[in-house]
C-alpha cells in the first residue's frame, strides 16, 4: 500500500538554528500539505501547495517557514530560525488531485518530532 | 475563530460498549465531513467520512450520523474493542468544487478512546 514517508522521525536543534523536514508523498499526488501537532493539542494546518506553489497558509506560517518540492518526489519544510515554540510533531499529508469532494482523502505520513532546545 | 468543536475531549468505555463522539461545525460550507483515527508515534488516518447528503453512513461497527440543520455530526463505534483505543479527530473541509482552499482539513481539538478489555 502506497504511504506518506517523512524524515527524520525525531529531530533535536538549538533555538535559532534552520531545520528542514523531508517527505516523500504517494506518487501520483498533486496536492501536499503540511500540519503540525503540538503535545496534547489538536492538529493544525500550515500550508497547501500545487502546482508548484502555496495554495493556501495558515497564520502560523509566517516568514520564517517556507516549503519546495526541489526534484519532483520529495516535498520539504524549512523553519529558517527555530524557536522554542515550533517544538511539534509535524506531519506531512498528501492527497489525489483534484480533490473534488468524492471520496477525498488526505494521507498523512507518521510524523516528525522536531524539539527546539 | 475555532470552526469546529469535538467533544469529549477522552472517552473510557468497556470492551463491547458504544463509543460516542460528537462534532460541531460552523462553516456551512464544508461538505466533506471525516473522522480520522491517530494511534500513538503514527499520523492520522482515514477511518470513515460522509458527504452532506445522506444522514448516515454505516462501514462495519463504525457509523457517521450527520444532522446539517444542527450543524453537528457523531461518529458511534459500536461492539467498541481495545484495538480501538486511539484519538480520534473530526475534520471536515470543503471540496475543491465549492471554491476551496485544495482539502484543507479543519480538525477538532481530538478525543482520546480509551477501551477497556
Redesign the interface.
Known amino acids: 500500500e502506497p504511504e506518506?514517508t517523512q524524515t527524520p522521525s525525531h529531530q533535536v536543534t538549538q533555538m535559532g538554528q534552520e531545520v528542514i523536514l523531508r517527505c516523500v508523498p504517494i506518487s501520483n499526488h498533486l496536492?501536499f500539505?503540511w500540519?503540525r501537532q503540538i503535545l496534547g493539542?489538536?492538529?493544525?494546518?500550515l500550508v497547501?501547495f500545487?502546482n508548484n506553489e502555496i495554495?493556501?497558509k495558515s497564520e502560523i506560517f509566517d516568514d520564517q517557514f517556507s516549503v519546495e518540492r526541489p526534484d519532483g518526489s520529495n516535498f520539504t519544510l524549512k523553519i529558517r530560525s527555530t524557536k522554542l515554540e515550533d517544538s511539534a510533531m509535524y506531519?506531512c499529508?498528501s492527497?489525489e488531485t483534484?480533490?473534488?469532494?468524492i471520496?477525498?482523502?488526505?494521507?498523512?505520513?507518521?510524523?516528525t518530532r522536531l524539539t527546539v532546545v | 475563530q475555532q470552526q469546529v468543536k469535538q467533544s469529549p475531549q477522552s472517552l473510557i468505555v468497556q470492551k463491547g460498549g458504544i463509543s460516542i463522539i460528537n462534532c460541531a461545525y460552523e462553516n456551512t460550507a464544508f461538505d466533506y465531513f471525516p473522522w480520522y483515527q491517530q494511534f500513538p508515534g503514527k499520523g492520522p488516518a482515514l477511518l470513515i467520512a460522509i458527504r452532506p447528503d445522506v444522514s448516515e453512513k454505516k462501514e462495519g461497527r463504525f457509523t457517521i450520523s450527520f444532522n446539517k440543520s444542527a450543524k453537528q455530526f457523531s461518529l458511534h463505534i459500536m461492539d467498541s474493542q481495545p484495538g480501538d483505543s486511539a484519538t480520534y479527530f473530526c475534520a471536515p473541509l470543503t471540496s475543491a468544487d465549492r471554491g476551496s482552499t485544495l482539502g484543507r482539513l479543519y480538525f477538532g481539538r481530538g478525543t482520546q478512546l480509551t477501551v477497556w478489555p
Open positions: 506518506v496536492y500539505y500540519y493539542q489538536k492538529v493544525e494546518f497547501s500545487y495554495s493556501e506531519f499529508a492527497s483534484p480533490p473534488r469532494g471520496n477525498t482523502e488526505a494521507f498523512f505520513g507518521q510524523g
